[in-house]
């Protein structure tokens, strides 16, 4: 379970940067940075990403083989 969590846990985060990297260059491109929509966004990738790990990490299966 540890495991698990570490691991997802390292997904989640990669996912909440990149979204906030990708939220802040496309508000720039429009003129200016919203930052509540940046902050939802990312927020809502990192909640998907640990949703998204309960069907399996194929981080932790690479491991144990």
């Known amino acids: 379970m540890k ?3 570490k ?3 390292v997904r ?3 996912t909440i940067a ?3 990297i990708a939220t802040i260059g496309t508000s720039t491109a429009l003129g ?3 930052w509540i929509m940046v902050g939802s966004a990312s927020l809502l990738a990192g ?3 640990l949703l ?3 069907a399996g990490l194929p ?3 690479e491991e144990e083989k």
């Open 32 to 34: 200016e940075v919203n």
């Open 59 to 61: 981080e932790i299966k």
């Open 3 to 5: 495991k698990w969590i």
């Open 12 to 14: 989640a985060i990669k």
């Open 7 to 9: 691991c997802a846990g």
């Open 52 to 54: 998204t790990s309960i």
């Open 18 to 20: 990149q979204t906030a």
């Open 47 to 49: 909640i998907l990403s």
